[in-house]
Each structure stands twice: as C-alpha cells, then as structure tokens.
C-alpha cells in the first residue's frame, strides 16, 4: 500500500525579522504557505490559509482532487474574509502550495502563487508548479533568460496570491505515486539561494526526509537566507514492504515479529534500489483562467432583432463605460511627483483621469525600472490598492538601497573585527521591516 513520510524544516533567515512562512505535515495532507502583508499580517494569511485548508480537507469522507481544490478555495474565502473585517490587514495574502494523497490512490498538487513543488524521480528533479509570478511569465512567454529572471528587480511580484480577491483560479496537478519518489514543497526563500542541481543533490544524498529537510535550509542559509525558508520533503513509500531495515540493524529479540526470511535479511542493498518504472501514464493538467479578464469585458449581443433589448443594451453599455472610466485608479507621474489618479490612464472617451492624490514621493523614491510603468499608469482596482502599490514601490527601492550598503560594510577591507570592543563602528543591520 502507498504511503508518505515526510520530514520538514522553517527559518527565519538572516534578514527577515519574522517568519511569515507556514508549513503543515498532516498526512496525507502537506502544504507550504509563504504570507505577504505589512506587520502581522502575512503571518495571519498564510496560517490562516493552512488551516483552513487542513479543516475543508479533513472534511471529506474520501478526498479527491476536487476536495483539495473546495478546500483551497474555502481557504481563499477564509483569508479574504478576515481582510475584509480587519481594515488593518486590507492586501495580506499568501502563497500556497499543498500535496494530498488522495482517492486513486493519486497525488493531488494545488498551488496558488511562487511557493513551489517539485518531483525527485530515478535522480531527476523536475519543478512540478508553475510561479505565478511576473518574471516566472515573463520567462514563459521568452522575454527574458531564466537567468536574467534569477536577478530580475521584479522577482517578487506575484500575478497571484490567495485571500486577496474573493475567488482565486487554483492550478490543479494530478501525479502517480511511485514508490521511492520524493517530492519537495517549499517557499521562495530555498531556490532564491539554491539552484535546482544544488536541491537535486541534497535530496539525492540524504535518505532521511527529516534530514534532507533540514540540510536544504541550512544550506539556503549558508547561501544568504534572504528570505525566510520552509521545506516539506514527502518521500513515496509501500507500507507492504514493510520498510525492511538492514539486517544489522534487527534487534536480535525482534526476529521472531519481524519474521523477515534469511534469503531476504540478506540482501538489504536491493531494498533501496531505484524502484522499476511504474509510471506508464503520467496525467497532467492545469486549471487557469488568465484569460478570464477578456472573457469578462466580451459583450456578444446575442439576439440582434431585438430592438428593444437592443436598446437596453446600449443604456447599459453606456453606463458600464461610465463605470468602467471611473470606477479604477492608476498610479502615475505628474511632471516627477508620484500621484494617484482616478480613472483610466489616458482617460475614456471624453472622461479624463482626475487627480485623487498627490503621494509624498517622487520618481527619486523608486528604482528606474519602474518609471516605464508609472510613465505608462499602473492600473490598480482600488485607491487602497494604488496607495500599496506605491509603498510597495518605495519599501522595494530601500531594501535595495540597504543590500546595496550591506556588503559594502562587511568587506574585508573594513577594520572590524568581530571581537573588536570598540563600539563606535556601526555595522550594517539586516533591514527591519
Ligand atoms: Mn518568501
């Protein structure tokens, strides 16, 4: 009988001052959750997301893959309500991730955001997700290398999270267990420092789920630890096999429970041999509505003759334009001075945006990268959201302003040494947010 075990690790990092990630080892239930969102708050969504996921899943009498999907969306539900009656977390939201062995039996993969999974079979590791995050787009549609991706200023941008909106599209995966495979589910904080072949082959030399959690993290942080780091490794077992452990290690008083026969005690080697290839037919999908926007806005009349509905129709179109020119805000430039408009960049027909707020900022506060956009008016659905926008603008630009100080004061051309008494050097802080 297929089984998981799982083993698991989270850190802070070197920088961050809290840890916002959340992991759950629940079998046959596994998620990474990675929160966003000023203060507490991306600790709220993404523990929040977790167990909410968790509840809606323990739910079901016989989960499936669309049990893990309701309970994912019950969770979106859950994060966004709570937005909703706390002003102060208005925008938190989280990643998540999550692996189920379900009905089938199957592994059912969700995911929503950049936390990642990825599948370790026969030694190849192969990210099983996609990142819904702007550069990860970006590589897909071939506009830029997955190198340049890897120090993209806009890494971090996230085209999808879960409890910002009231509904969330989920990207289902559907995998076959295969005895001896291992899966990895982790935040964005292990492959900013590590690359795939470094993961690979952590997770090829330990045996030990536990373990193999564990050396990823401390090696992200060896690496840096920019971020804060969560892993989840799920190795696939068969509980049939009864894990047989080498002969050396059978208790002598164990023999007789154990009642492994001696042509088997003898060669324990084989029990850990790659498994045969069971994988004949390997399912995959993913559910997306990126195009939902259009399908949204693509006004078919679908009986002409009417006049009349006709007519209704146009009153009404009218007033959606109306609406629709008034009812966003977008971020732009006014001579340098960073301002809030509303309306649509560009204005709608005879409707011109109008100003709604000057911010204190100017085109000095954010880094060049981002002046196209504003030039070009960032779109955002509420002032609220504008206004995030901006200070996300502005806390991007610090913290790249700190890291670019940072090294600078622990190079080893400075003087100080680590035991140095003296107390009138400042050393770099890591940046508290
Ligand atoms: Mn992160």
Redesign the pocket.
């Known amino acids: 009988m297929i089984a998981l075990r799982a083993g698991s690790a989270t850190d802070v990092g070197l920088v961050r001052s809290n840890n916002?990630?959340t992991l759950l080892v629940a079998d046959p239930l596994y998620a990474v959750a990675?929160g966003?969102g000023g203060a507490a708050a991306g600790e709220v969504a993404s523990s929040l997301a977790v167990e909410a996921l968790k509840n809606g899943f323990d739910r079901v009498g016989t989960p499936t893959p669309d049990s893990l999907i309701t309970a994912a969306q019950t969770a979106n539900r859950t994060v966004w309500d709570e937005a909703e009656a706390h002003p102060e977390m208005r925008g938190m939201g989280t990643?998540l991730v999550a692996l189920a062995l379900v009905e089938g039996p199957q592994l059912a993969v969700i995911n929503i955001g950049?936390?990642r999974l990825y599948n370790l079979h026969a030694g190849d590791l192969r990210q099983v997700t996609c990142d819904h995050n702007l550069v990860a787009e970006m590589v897909a549609e071939g506009r830029i290398s997955k190198e340049e991706a890897e120090v993209h200023p806009r890494r971090?941008i996230m085209t999808r999270a879960l409890g910002v909106e009231p509904e969330v599209p989920v990207d289902l995966f559907v995998e076959e267990p295969v005895v001896g495979d291992r899966y990895l589910l982790c935040?964005?904080?292990l492959p900013?420092e590590l690359s795939d072949d470094h993961i690979s082959a952590i997770m090829r030399r330990l045996a030990d789920p536990a373990e193999a959690a564990r050396e990823l993290v401390d090696e992200a942080k060896r690496k840096g630890g920019n971020?804060?780091i969560t892993v989840v490794v799920v190795d696939v077992v068969d509980v049939d096999a009864a894990d047989p452990p080498p002969a050396a290690a059978v208790p002598a008083g164990d023999e007789a429970t154990t009642a492994i026969p001696a042509a088997e005690q003898a060669v324990p080697a084989q029990a850990v041999e790659p498994v045969v290839e069971r994988r004949s037919r390997r399912r995959f999908w993913r559910r997306s509505d990126r195009d939902r926007r259009a399908v949204r806005r693509a006004v078919t009349p679908r009986v002409v003759g009417f006049v009349l509905l006709f007519l209704v129709i146009v009153g009404a179109g009218a007033a959606g334009v109306v609406w629709y020119a008034r009812s966003a805000y977008f971020v732009g430039l006014r001579h340098s001075a960073i301002v809030i408009y509303q309306g649509r960049p560009g204005g709608v027909l005879w409707m011109k945006p109008t100003v709604a707020q000057v911010t204190s900022y100017s085109t000095s506060d954010v880094l060049a990268v981002h002046i196209p956009a504003l030039q070009a008016g960032q779109e955002e659905p509420s002032i609220g959201a504008a206004h995030s926008y901006v200070q996300n603008l502005v806390r991007e630009y610090q913290q790249a302003q700190a890291a670019n100080s940072a090294p600078t004061a622990t190079t080893p051309s400075t003087t100080v040494a680590p035991s140095s008494p003296a107390p009138t050097t400042t050393v770099a802080a890591p940046p508290t947010t």
């Open positions: 916002q990630d990675d966003m990643t950049d936390s971090n935040s964005d904080g900013r971020d804060n």
